[in-house]
């Protein structure tokens, strides 16, 4: 996989169809990082193994990136996902970047076209089929069974007895899935604990903002302070201000790669909410998001006649 | 440190009755920023204008805070003598004391903490108001009307003779509407058709009026004086230049037994037809879906048989763009058919008709030249119990409302069809008479007790067939509910005025609201009657609501009066700036807008383009959102939306709105 992958990625550069390759390199202590490939000898640089699994679309709306030239860009079914949703939402247009699809069978193929790529994720498995998401240096689940007084047996409390950051602890939609359906039936006073209580930890690091490939503005509402909307210290309300925020920004748009979760440094399940998210707007309007139909549509930003709802008309 | 006056109105007794207006004045002179506070009886009066004038000038207010009624009120008035004493009207703010405050509270000290809250609010948003120009945007002095019935008649009319010019679009293939269709008008008993068709003859030569019979509004793009109408003139199958309205066509046509639709299903009609002899145009139209030669590809008689060879079976839908300035909205009405009455027998009775079908039959042009021959057999009929209120003011049938035409028109019924069947028997079921308006109580007095019409108090339970006679069951609630049964030969049903088929998709077209009933909304029920909320799109007829030809006329000259008022303007249209703005900042950034354009598809004015932001060199740096002035109505639905907070409204900006907040 990875010789083919280094071959394709040779030829790209060979050919100066692309000024620059995004992919996974060996970092420190069995780490995986992101390089940067720029000259056909570095192509020995990229690696591709069951570790690559971090969303490198992040890098495709940084200014430094940008600046560098044309990218390909190693793209697993999740990274495929966020671009297309990133075309959804005019960040990419055709002919800006070459994405080296990988799917799950280890298929190598080639888009240049990102209309092709949409309908390449479309004949895909759906969202929650897609296999387990950022494993890479995962991380015990902080629990929510032990705040909410439940007992442990549920799946990732068996994982939480693992040392945090162990590679044989990933996360799974099938465990996602399941976390959200347990708190979901959780009474609201106990979800609202169970949350103030993962928030209390959270630092206000951003780091969350800065792995979600969505995330890609230039300036955040958080940094906005003329109003100063969101209070900026981690406090509690603070804290529950950012996240809310967050999950209501990302609201149909969230393509669950799970990359901010596992840039969380104090393992808040964020990436659960984003997915109830998801699960609200796929049950209210039908839609998934990182899927280009015919003419994307935005639920939260479109109207239709035949709505349901008639209170604004 | 800002210069703010307080300027608190006691509206008569309407705020003071349950308002310490001195207190409120005298507590908000010491919030910080203010340097003037005083109370008044009537502010919005000349000499209270003239306090706030005076004041600005001698205080050298740098913002006004007026505490009285609605900004839908005043804030015109207070405003301009704001402009008048030289400061920019947008620094002037009103405090709704008397909606908010004074009408739904007690008199009580917490009602005057709440007007001072109230003020303390808007002190701190005009602190942060910024002087703003209207934005002025040009005109094209052109009126579209759509429909042709007698509302959009008349408006067209009175847009054309005031010397612009007008398009009538009219969905059927002649204009004319329901009043056509009529036999004689209340409370006069004049001939409809007999005023009518001079109008609808001077519409057609009136040289300021384009007319689009067969035709229907596409869609409707654009913003008040620079509207984008797009008319679609379906295909008629029929060269109109070369038609001279013979009608040989019609009379050999071999489909000839389709119902027709201007006799309301009583009459026939051929596949190539002219609804009524005096249609404008008299231009004939072929009905694809009954023709013989679009359902077997063989036929033509009609082609044949055409001295001028003016049939064309391939002509296709045309498709006209025009730029308009105004539009009136004149489409009119349907009634309720009889399937809707279970209890009535859902339509199975044929000598069940309603009220639009009665006209047909006492019409002289009518399938039955006037004569009042019951449906099933042609027989005349002997006995005629009219049904009022059929559906109207009935919650449990949906409309609530009273459709208001049905009172009168019954009463013309039954006076025009004991004027014919003179030995005939007439009777009226009805729950109220409601005859308001000139002549009209003297009218129904005539029919009961000039024509002995019998008016009976109750309503009608049941109708059903008993040897081949109709028998109505109700009670009369004047004589102790006692129980009566009447045989009919004939029962009419005045039933309920609705909304016209298609009203809803028209409405969205076009951007203007409507209610429950799907009848379009007036901007205000009693001072804007004829105005949507959608700037320079009008209203006429029944399209609003159930109303008479008198109303709807003159409904449709107070639109077409609004239009030409419009139009009689200066070359520019001025708007309010209260406008969505996409931000701009320094370098390397220029604007935080990303241009994901989510907002583009949210606007329902379609307000937002595409901008691209280019350096010195023509490089392109950055396709941003840009806010199209014109088009924008400041709804705020891309500010909301925004992520990055890109957006801001004019006058009503996120920092104004989060220090009102924090004020509180």
């Known amino acids: 996989m990875t010789e083919q992958l280094q071959q394709q990625a040779r030829k790209l550069l060979d050919d100066q169809e692309v000024n620059l390759i995004i992919g996974y390199g060996e970092g420190s202590a069995r780490a995986v990082r992101a390089v940067f490939v720029r000259s056909p000898e570095e192509t020995e640089k990229l690696i591709l193994d069951e570790r690559c699994t971090a969303n490198l679309a992040v890098y495709l709306n940084k200014k430094e990136i940008r600046a560098l030239g044309k990218p390909a860009i190693v793209a697993r079914p999740s990274v495929q996902r966020s671009i297309v949703q990133l075309a959804v939402e005019n960040q990419l247009a055709n002919g800006d970047i070459t994405v080296i699809g990988i799917d799950d069978d280890g298929t190598l193929t080639l888009f240049s076209d990102l209309d092709k790529l949409g309908e390449h994720v479309l004949a895909q498995a759906p969202l929650r089929g897609d ?23 549920s799946p990732e409390s068996s994982a939480s007895t693992e040392s945090p950051h162990s590679p044989e602890s990933p996360h799974s939609p099938e ?21 103030m209580s993962e928030f209390a930890e ?19 509402t958080v940094d906005c302070n003329q109003p100063q909307w969101v209070s900026v210290p981690a406090h509690p309300l603070g804290n529950l201000e950012w996240h809310v925020m967050r999950a209501m920004h990302l609201a149909g748009r969230c393509t669950e790669c799970g990359a901010c979760y596992d840039a969380c440094p104090v393992d808040i399940p964020l990436h659960l909410l984003t997915q109830k998210m998801h699960d609200n707007m796929e049950e209210a309007f039908g839609t998934s998001s990182g899927e280009k139909k015919d003419k994307p549509v935005f639920p939260l930003n479109s109207f239709r006649p035949d709505d349901k709802e008639d209170f604004f008309r | 440190m800002s210069r703010i006056g307080i300027f608190i109105c006691h509206c008569g007794e309407n705020i003071s009755g349950t308002v310490d207006c001195g207190r409120v004045a005298g507590e ?47 804030e015109k008035t207070f405003r301009k003598a704001c402009a008048d004493a030289g400061l920019n009207p947008f620094l002037c703010e009103m405090a709704n004391l008397r909606e908010h405050c004074s009408w739904v509270h007690e008199k009580s000290d917490a009602t005057t903490d709440k007007a001072i809250s109230l003020i303390r609010i808007l002190v701190e948003k005009v602190k942060r108001n910024q002087p703003l120009q209207p934005i002025r945007v040009p005109m094209t002095k052109r009126a579209l009307v759509i429909g042709g019935g007698i509302a959009g008649i008349q408006a067209s009319l009175d847009i054309a003779n005031a010397g612009h010019p007008v398009i009538l679009v009219e969905r059927e293939p002649s204009i004319g509407g329901h009043m056509a269709q009529l036999s004689e008008t209340f409370p006069t008993l004049d001939c409809s058709q007999c005023i009518l068709t001079p109008r609808m003859v001077e519409v057609a030569q009136h040289p300021n009026i384009t007319l689009y019979t067969y035709s229907e509004l596409e869609s409707l793009e654009g913003f008040v004086g620079n509207f984008k109408a797009r008319i679609r003139k379906k295909a008629r199958g029929i060269d109109e230049s070369l038609c001279t309205g013979c009608g040989l066509c019609t009379t050999k046509c071999p489909t000839k037994k389709i119902p027709s639709e201007f006799n309301t299903g009583l009459g026939q009609r051929p596949g190539i037809f002219v609804p009524f002899p005096q249609a404008v145009p008299n231009i004939p139209v072929i009905d694809q879906e009954n023709c013989r030669y679009h359902l077997k590809g063989k036929c033509g008689l009609c082609a044949k048989i055409c001295p001028t060879g003016a049939i064309r079976f391939d002509q296709e839908d045309e498709i006209i763009e025009a730029e308009i300035g105004a539009v009136v909205v004149a489409t009119g009405f349907d009634v309720l058919k009889t399937d809707f009455f279970p209890e009535y027998g859902y339509g199975r009775y044929p000598d069940v008709i309603t009220g639009l079908q009665f006209e047909r039959l006492a019409s002289a042009s009518g399938p039955t030249m006037g004569e009042i021959r019951r449906p099933s057999d042609g027989k005349i009929a002997e006995s005629v119990v009219f049904v009022a209120c059929a559906g109207s003011r009935d919650a449990a049938k949906g409309k ?43 009218f129904v007095r005539r029919a009961i007790e000039e024509d002995h019409v019998n008016y009976l108090r109750g309503r009608v339970s049941k109708i059903y067939e008993e040897d081949g006679q109709l028998v109505v069951k109700g009670a009369d609630t004047l004589l102790d509910h006692r129980p009566v049964e009447i045989k009919a030969d004939l029962v009419v049903l005045a039933t309920a005025g609705v909304a016209n088929n298609g009203a809803e998709e028209l409405a969205q077209k076009l951007h203007v609201s409507y209610d429950a009933y799907n009848f379009f909304a007036e901007a205000h029920p009693k001072l804007m009657p004829v105005e949507t909320n959608t700037a320079g799109i009008f209203l006429a007829g029944a399209c609003q609501s159930p109303k008479d030809i008198p109303e709807s006329v003159s409904q449709a000259s107070g639109a077409a009066g609004k239009v030409s008022a419009l139009f009689g303007q200066r070359k520019e249209l001025e708007r309010d700036p209260m406008v969505a703005v996409v931000n701009r900042t320094a370098p390397p950034l220029f604007s935080t807008c990303m241009g994901c354009f989510l907002c583009e598809s949210a606007c329902p004015y379609h307000a937002i383009e595409k901008e691209e932001i280019r350096g010195r060199n023509g490089d392109l740096i950055k396709t941003v959102a840009k806010v199209n002035e014109g088009l924008c109505q400041g709804c705020g639905t891309c500010v909301a939306l925004c992520k990055s907070k890109s957006i801001d409204l004019m006058g009503y900006s996120n920092q104004q709105m989060y220090a009102e907040i924090k004020a509180l």
């Open chain 1, 131 to 153: 296999s387990p998401i950022a494993s890479s240096g995962s991380r015990s689940a902080s629990s929510e069974a032990s705040s909410s007084g439940e007992a442990s047996s």
């Open chain 1, 175 to 195: 465990m996602d899935e399941e976390r959200v359906r347990k708190l979901s039936s959780l009474p609201m006073e106990e979800r609202f604990a169970f949350w």
């Open chain 1, 202 to 220: 959270c630092l206000k690091c951003y780091a969350c903002r800065a792995a979600c490939p969505l995330c890609y503005c230039e300036r955040c």
């Open chain 2, 28 to 74: 908000c002179g010491n919030i910080p920023g203010v340097t003037h506070s005083v109370d008044y009886k009537y502010m919005c009066s000349d000499p209270g204008q003239t306090i706030i004038k005076e004041a600005i000038r001698e205080n050298r207010l740098d913002g006004v805070v007026i505490g009285s009624c609605s900004p839908r009120m005043h």
């Open chain 2, 400 to 442: 609530p409302y009273c459709s208001k035409i049905c009172c009168m028109y019954t009463a013309k019924h039954a006076m025009l069809y004991k004027h014919k069947v003179h030995h005939g028997q007439a009777h009226v079921f009805y729950m109220d008479i409601r005859a308001g308006g000139k002549m009209y109580d003297e």
